[in-house]
């Protein structure tokens, strides 16, 4: 079945560095890519998300790049600050056997920013 | 507008009771969703509800019931509580089904003994 692999599964900066997350998908028709954030004890927020006709999306210090010939696309946090310390998801959509419109979520990558 | 709210927020059970897991969306959305959460396997869909009155089983339906009350509000039941089912579990809802973008609550802990 359709299958979201996500690297690294930590993730250990210095505060003022990049970050930069990878997810691998499997089903060649994906065509939109979440990225959300899970700060301790909350819920998952979405954070950006690039669809197919894109190969690039930014929003200040948060970048989402999509390369649909190797399916992977990448988060990419640049001047990271000890609030972006969380576990993020990446996702890709899917159709389910019945028609029914999915998520298909990565595994998590947590994410710590040190002063 | 407090977007998508669930009840309880921690709750223990002894294997074997029954609960209901409560949520809740004020953003006018037809599709809401219920996933479970556990360590190194990201979110996997127990039920989701395309719309009011439909609902349907996802990748993990197992001891698991739902109930599409209305539009705002989508309950989750355990039937007879397994150590298996101790997890996180969160609600979502998306304005329709092929919309994508979904927003989560802030999940309920559940520690089945």
Same mark, same amino acid.
Request: hydrophobic share 30%; aromatic share 10%.
């Given at each position: $079945? !359709?299958n979201? !692999?996500q690297?690294?599964s ?8 990049? &970050? ?8 060649s &028709?994906?065509n939109?890519?979440p990225?959300? #954030?899970?700060?301790l004890? #909350? $819920? ?7 669809r197919?006709?894109? +190969?690039?999306? #930014?929003?200040?210090?948060? &970048? ?5 010939? &190797?399916?992977?696309f990448?988060?990419?946090?640049? !001047?990271?600050?000890? !609030? ?13 056997? +019945? $028609? ?7 595994? +998590?990558?947590?994410l710590?920013v040190?002063? | 507008?407090a977007? %998508?709210t669930?009840t ?6 002894? *294997? ?5 897991? =409560?949520? /809740? =969306? ?5 599709s809401?969703?219920?996933?479970? =959460? ?11 509800? /395309?719309?009011?009155?439909?609902t349907?089983?996802? @990748?993990?339906?197992?001891?698991y019931? %739902? ?11 355990? @039937? ?5 089912q *101790?997890? %996180? ?7 329709? @089904?092929?919309?994508? @973008? =979904?927003?989560?609550?802030?999940? *309920?802990?559940?520690t089945? *003994?």
């Open positions: $079945g !359709e979201v !692999e690297h690294p930590t993730l250990s900066v210095q505060e003022g560095d990049s &970050a930069v997350i990878k997810c691998t998908y499997s089903d &028709a994906s939109y890519f990225w959300y #954030k899970q700060e004890g #909350k $819920g998952p927020q979405l954070i950006i998300d690039i197919s006709n894109v +190969g690039e999306k #930014k929003d200040q210090r948060i &970048a989402v790049t999509l390369n649909k010939t &190797a399916k992977h990448s988060l990419h946090i640049t !001047e990271t600050q000890p !609030e972006d310390s969380a576990v993020y998801f990446c996702a890709a959509n899917g159709v389910e056997d +019945g $028609g029914y419109n999915k998520l298909i979520f990565g595994a +998590g990558t947590r710590a040190h002063p | 507008n977007g %998508v669930q309880p927020k921690f709750q223990v059970l002894k *294997t074997g009771q029954s609960m209901t897991l =409560q949520c /809740a =969306q004020d953003m006018n959305h037809n809401m969703y219920w996933y479970r =959460q556990d360590p190194g396997m990201g979110l996997r869909l127990i039920y989701y509800s /395309a719309s009011e009155g439909t349907d089983k996802g @990748e993990v339906p197992n001891g019931n %739902v109930s599409r009350l209305n539009k705002r509000e989508f309950s989750l039941r355990l @039937e007879s509580a397994a150590p298996s *101790t997890s %996180v579990y969160f609600c979502a809802s998306s304005e329709w @089904e092929g919309s994508y @973008e =979904q927003y989560f609550g802030p999940g *309920t802990r559940l089945v *003994t």
